[in-house]
């Protein structure tokens, strides 16, 4: 068997040079041939088109169909048309010969064209008839030189050629040279045979020898003989079994210590990366509660009477905080998408009411910039998630608006040619985006022409957020957009039928409270600072708040009479005490269901399903003082259209 395979590997060493040798050569004699056939059958291609374009002139000149016709079909005759068509200068086919095999005739142009159907291996070719320029005056010609006109186009040639008879020429030529190969190798496995005999036995024994040492058995020595024709290479093998016996036990301890130091330095990378958690989490958390308060004094401060000085630096304090909470704000988003822990509530409803949120909600902001915000009414229902498919059309309008320094931002959506889509495009008369920075846009903290970072012109992480969220709900997102001329994005979305629409109920609006003094707020927090800013802005707001800073002191707020209407509570507390273990217990005291929900610095994917399991809505420090008087009117309407539960 060994005798077989040392054969084999003998006659595959003679035969790879004659094997690399013979293809090469028919390789290059064929992809000669090959490309003689092709540039014939091009040439001639083109010849007949040129040809038929030049006796077509007259005939689409005159408009005679009769001489045209003669033409298309007296061009079937040549071997390989398998049709002709002959059309106006306004792409109406006037007459046609054979058996069309394309469905969309190419785009005309002035220029030769030429397309190949892979398929079909059918070639379409698309020649211009132009008029002939007659010089009537050769006096008035030389002193109009260098002002002629180009020709006009009267009409073009479509000639569609089949390969069928080149591909089975090429195909014989193929056959042919692997005939030629064949012959090679058979010669040269002959040749090779018979030189390798008188080296098998030598290369048998040098052979075992490689066996043994590729076991692990390094002691092992070959016989090295006088006259063997390989006795170089058996001492040399005897030369490298003895340095690789002497250097096994040196490798064998290196790795040994190697092993030991890559352990040390996995575990440094693993406490450092958990340390750097550690960190980042409690930085975020930390840096959130102060802007939380900062945010609550602000819209405190806001409310009191001021001087017009004192009322201009409290507005610079708010664009300030503004900026900070949005930063804040973005990186939360990032951050979630990141973990995948954003919920896609997929539903039907009407187009028309994400569109008439952006325009009563960024049209002062248009004015004030003095752009025209158009947003195109639209009686369409899609599938998709109306909260995340806002979040997505309201980055694109602001940054539309961001970047448009006069003109309009269009808003409007249109059916995709499949039927079973909507396209929702955002237009802007912008400066556009030039080429170079279409891909890069869509990354985190990117923008162009802000190098140095100026707040007013976002963040960076806009589109980022777009982008991230259209992939989540399975939203095809493109951008079309050329430097000074505009931009336009278009989302695709599922189209929802007519009749499956209306069947859908419509829900009802909460009816929101306008007047809600004397409403009763628990206020569960233990930062004193984030305490205090949120007392002052919910008493400001005229409702009567009880201050608690833990379970037990919520508790005894209970005990002493106080009956909340709403509770508004931290999630991390102290002793290691949490704002939904703290909900429920104060709902258990009370005996019903109290409106509550939660606040909390922490960004873990896990407290944001835990409130979800306990149908609590979790805010983000810092909250937005609007946000924050939004969700409490529309508890205290959840509680007055549907009345206390039991828990």
């Not at 050569?25 to 030049?54: K, M, N």
């Amino acid at each position: 068997m060994k005798m077989v395979d040392i054969r084999t590997r003998m006659l595959l060493a003679a035969l790879l040079p004659v094997t690399l040798i013979a293809i090469l050569l028919a390789g290059v004699f064929l992809a000669s041939r090959f490309g003689d056939l092709g540039e014939a059958y091009h040439q001639r291609a083109r010849s007949l088109a040129r040809q038929l374009a030049t006796a077509s002139e007259y005939g689409l000149f005159s408009d005679n169909i009769t001489h045209l016709q003669t033409i298309a079909s007296g061009a079937l005759r040549e071997s390989d048309v398998r049709s002709v068509a002959i059309v106006n200068a306004q792409g109406d086919v006037l007459v046609f010969a054979g058996k069309a095999g394309f469905k969309t005739p190419p785009v005309l142009s002035r220029q030769e064209d030429e397309k190949f159907d892979p398929v079909k291996r059918t070639d379409l070719l698309s020649q211009p008839v132009t008029a002939s320029q007659v010089r009537l005056d050769d006096l008035f010609e030389a002193n109009a030189a260098g002002a002629e006109a180009p020709s006009p186009v009267l009409g073009h040639v479509l000639i569609e050629f089949s390969r069928d008879a080149l591909f089975q020429r090429e195909r014989d030529m193929l056959l042919l040279g692997l005939a030629v190969t064949l012959a090679c190798l058979l010669f040269g496995g002959v040749l090779a045979v018979r030189l390798g005999r008188g080296v098998i036995h030598p290369i048998l024994s040098v052979s075992r020898i490689i066996e043994r040492i590729g076991r692990g058995e390094l002691s092992a020595r070959a016989t090295v003989l006088p006259g063997d024709p390989l006795r170089d290479l058996q001492q040399g093998l005897n030369l490298m079994a003895e340095r690789l016996e002497s250097g096994r036990d040196e490798l064998e301890q290196r790795v040994a210590m190697a092993t030991l130091e890559l352990r040390q330095k996995k575990e440094e990378a693993e406490t450092a990366t958990l340390a750097k958690s550690r960190f980042l989490a409690a930085a975020s958390h930390d840096l959130r509660q102060p802007t939380h308060a900062l945010g609550m004094f602000v819209a405190r401060l806001a409310q009191l009477p001021h001087d017009a000085q004192t009322s201009q630096l409290i507005g610079n304090l708010e664009a300030s905080v503004q900026a900070l909470q949005n930063l804040l704000d973005g990186l939360l988003d990032i951050s979630r998408l990141e973990a995948k822990a954003v919920q896609v509530q997929l539903r039907p409803f009407a187009l028309a009411e994400l569109f008439d949120q952006l325009q009563h909600g960024l049209t002062i902001s248009a004015v004030e910039k003095g752009l025209l915000l158009r947003v195109r009414p639209t009686a369409v229902w899609v599938m998709s998630d109306a909260t995340l498919l806002h979040r997505i059309l309201l980055n694109l309008v602001v940054n539309a608006l961001r970047y448009t320094r006069q003109g309009s931002v269009l808003v409007a959506c249109r059916v995709a040619g499949d039927g079973q889509h909507v396209r929702i495009e955002v237009w802007d008369s912008g400066i556009g985006i030039a080429p170079e920075h279409h891909e890069a846009i869509f990354k985190e903290f990117y923008q162009v022409g802000n190098t140095e970072r100026d707040r007013s012109k976002g963040l960076g992480l806009g589109l980022n957020i777009v982008e991230r969220t259209a992939q989540l709900l399975g939203h095809r997102l493109q951008m079309h957009s050329t430097l000074g001329g505009g931009t336009r994005f278009s989302l695709l979305v599922p189209l929802v039928p007519l009749g499956a629409a209306m069947a859908v109920p419509v829900p009802q609006p909460v009816e929101t409270l306008n007047n809600l003094a004397g409403l009763v707020v628990l206020v569960v927090e233990d930062d004193a600072l984030a305490r205090e800013g949120l007392v002052s802005l919910l008493e400001s707001w005229g409702y009567v708040v009880g201050v608690a800073d833990g379970l037990s002191a919520a508790l005894s707020q209970l005990e002493a009479g106080l009956i909340p209407d709403v509770i508004v509570s931290d999630y991390r507390l102290r002793d290691e005490e949490n704002g939904i273990e703290t909900i429920r217990q104060l709902r258990a005291k009370a005996g019903w269901l109290i409106p509550a929900c939660l606040m909390s610095g922490d960004t873990d994917a896990g407290l944001m399903q835990a409130a979800t399991e306990a149908s609590l809505t979790l805010l983000h420090k810092p909250v937005r003082p609007a946000k924050l008087r939004s969700l409490i009117r529309h508890l205290a309407a959840d509680v007055q259209a549907s009345g206390a539960d039991l828990v």
